[in-house]
Nanobody, 123 residues
Framework: QIQLVESGGGLVQPGGSLTLSCAAL????????MGWFRQAPGKEREFVAAISFGGGATSYADSVKGRFTAFRDNAKNMVFLQMNSLKAEDTAVYYC????????????????WGPGTQVTVSS
């Protein structure tokens, strides 16, 4: 089993960039597919991106495609979400999660979740 902890959230102006990190503990980290989700106040949790355990394949929600990039460094037990051209509607708590299948946007497929990190996009 693995434990996940997100970091890198904060306040950024519209059009700016931010990179989120997710650190994992556990020998099986590199064998897990990883996903990024977000949840804004009053809204349901939304799929953002997924990356295969080898890092060679990714999947993105239409709302972030072309702006966000997921990547991972298995040697460091970390996954990342690079966010560019940020918009106010990107404001949310962002979560990383681990799944056995890829790709999947269904949160029921994810077995492990981090506590989340707040991203606020505002002028």
């Amino acid at each position: 089993q693995i434990q996940l902890v997100e970091s890198g959230g904060g306040l950024v102006q519209p059009g700016g960039s931010l990179t989120l990190s997710c650190a994992a503990l556990g020998l099986t980290f590199s064998r897990n597919n990883m996903g990024w989700f977000r949840q804004a106040p009053g809204k349901e949790r939304e799929f953002v991106a997924a990356i295969s355990f080898g890092g060679g394949a990714t999947s993105y929600a239409d709302s972030v495609k072309g702006r966000f990039t997921a990547f991972r460094d298995n040697a460091k037990n970390m996954v990342f979400l690079q966010m560019n051209s940020l918009k106010a509607e990107d404001t949310a708590v962002y979560y990383c999660a681990a799944a056995l299948v890829f790709p999947t946007s269904d949160n029921r497929d994810y077995d492990y979740w981090g506590p989340g990190t707040q991203v606020t996009v505002s002028s």
